[in-house]
């Protein structure tokens, strides 16, 4: 054999026996756990296990902590308070997908505080999965969903400023999404995702945060995952569902994420000059999380506690 061979044949063996069957990881019962980025992830982490406690279920527990960030105004990377496009509007996305398999959308939603709760009815109520902006908001309305002006004072005066120094548009804008995700007791998988997205993007633009597989996936018999960050480059790579994939193909989450992340990164040249992070939870209970430069915060609540936690950069 020849040395190249050997070598190739001998990282393939490495690789394989770090591996784990997706047939041989048992289903994690009885131990609840919400796994939620940034720091805002605290406080839907605390509002999600209130709604595990009172027995509801992961979907449930998923939405109810992605509308904390949402309503509140110094979140300006969510919902009400988010940062407008670059004319002055605040426009919306989220999605949500349960453990049976089902998801719903919304877009480029304007005027309505909780587009993932509108996300979870476009789920529920029709047999779509994506609805976007006016049919979005009309849908909305007829849901009983109440409008109101998003922009706040402190906002608004955020997006003045922006307009004087008529900065060029990068990636290191404030685009916080909070994505959610959940174990229930009985060992079911959901997640939700949301954010006000890009700051100061051009009017109409739609991140990840809205698209299955971008940024959320779950499948309720290997994992689920969930992005934060540029959306356009989580877009180009399926991103939350390569990671489930990943964890299909017997990589820890950790190692899944890492590896999404990676074809990211070679596609830059090894330098990408913008943030994106991962978080996944695998059937078994194992979570996993991986940022490309800098660091990332995710939240983590397991039984009665509640802990932020920070990873560094890949690169």
Known sequence: MRRRDFLKTS??????STLISSENIKTNMNNSLILSTWDHGLPANEAGLKVLENGGNAMDA???????PEADPTSTSVGFGGLPDEQGNVTLDACVMDSNGNAGSVA????IK?????ARKVMEETKHVMLVGEGARQFAVSQGFEEMDLLTDESKKAWEEWKKKRREMTPHETHDTISVLVQDKNGDLAGACTTSGWAYKLHGRVGDSPIIGAGLFVDNEIGCAAA??????????TG????????????DPTAACEEALNRIIKAHNGNPDFQIAYIAIRKD????????KGSFDYALARGEENKLHKIKGMI
């Open 11 to 16: 990282i393939g063996l490495a690789v394989s």
């Open 62 to 68: 998923a939405e109810a902590g992605a509308k904390v």
């Open 108 to 111: 480029f939603l304007q005027n």
């Open 114 to 118: 909780h587009p993932v709760s509108v």
């Open 228 to 237: 934060t960050g540029l959306g356009e480059e989580v877009i180009k790579t």
């Open 240 to 251: 939350s569902f390569l990671v489930v994939e990943l964890m299909r193909q017997g990589y």
């Open 285 to 292: 209970g194992e979570i996993g999380s991986a940022c490309i």
